[in-house]
């Protein structure tokens, strides 16, 4: 009887070599050196951030109703907890701030589904978010109508204020970049020349300066009597100086699309909105998902800046709050509060913008 040779199972890698051991043994300690750096590292980390939790958590003050509450030597929570409200919906009326919440949650509801991948109704809730959501939001915020009391947008300020910029900029900006975009690249000189101008003028001048001259320049240049909302001037600015960043993002995309694609699309006998629509705009925009969530990224960031011209946004609340004489020596802790509000948002943005290259493959 013949017996038939079967070859031995592979034996399992060494423990040493796989999982976090392995990982540790060749990234951090494969050589004398790298393992020198390793441990000097790692003791500096863990000293500053025991410094940063004791000054946070472990000695800081949370309760009271003012500054004699903070009378160690960590961060003066106290603070935060007081001016809470302002910081959160500026000069709003009390009693009208639950449709603030509303809006609030609405966001949270048509936003958190997206960050999980089977959520269902996913595309229904995005259209909802792009058209439905900014009536609602407008006619809860201004009120006026259904019962609502009227709320003047001098009095909007905080993380409301904040996001309303934002939304608005976000949505607005990508769209209009995406057209300016497309007459960069037009054959009509005349369509080209209008957008190159108008992609240059705005990129040429710093969002100070445009929130400056649109509120303060631009009535002049209106009829007499004429009144134009503050909130609405710092919105039209903050859209036009970011659309001429977004175009220049969306023309790199259109750019990498080979010429193939193109002549594929008029082959089918495709018109150039609906070869742009169907074709390459799809695939420009896939190929340039990091640029625009970080071009997102920096409009969040620089509403800051409407600070200038009246209106309190988070930032702009925590400066005007720490000048309260009732409050000495409480800054620290409140850009502390102003900078975690906008790192979770940008964080948020940064990590979805991820896991959209997963999903769409951006890499291929």
Known sequence: M????????????????????????????????SSVFTVVLTLITIYFLWQILDWGIFSADLAGKDQSACEGDGACWVFVKDRFNFFIYGFYPDAEQWRVNVMFILLAALIFPHFFENAPYKKALGWIFLTVYPVVSGVLLLGGVFGLEFVDTDKWGGLMLTLVLSYVGIVAALPIGILLALGRRSEMPVIRTICVAFIELWRGVPLISVLFMASVMLPLFLPEGTNFNKLLRALIGITMFQSAYMAEVVRGGLQAIPRGQYEAAAALGLGYWRSMWLVILPQALKLVIPGIVNTFIALFKDTTLVLIIGLFEVLGGVQAAVIDPAWQNVAVEGFVFAAFVYWIFCFAMSRYSQALERKLDTGH
């Open 2 to 33: 013949t017996t038939t040779w079967q070859p031995s199972p592979d034996l399992p890698p060494p423990a040493s070599t796989v999982g976090a051991v392995g990982w540790a043994r060749s990234n951090l300690f494969s050589t004398w050196l």
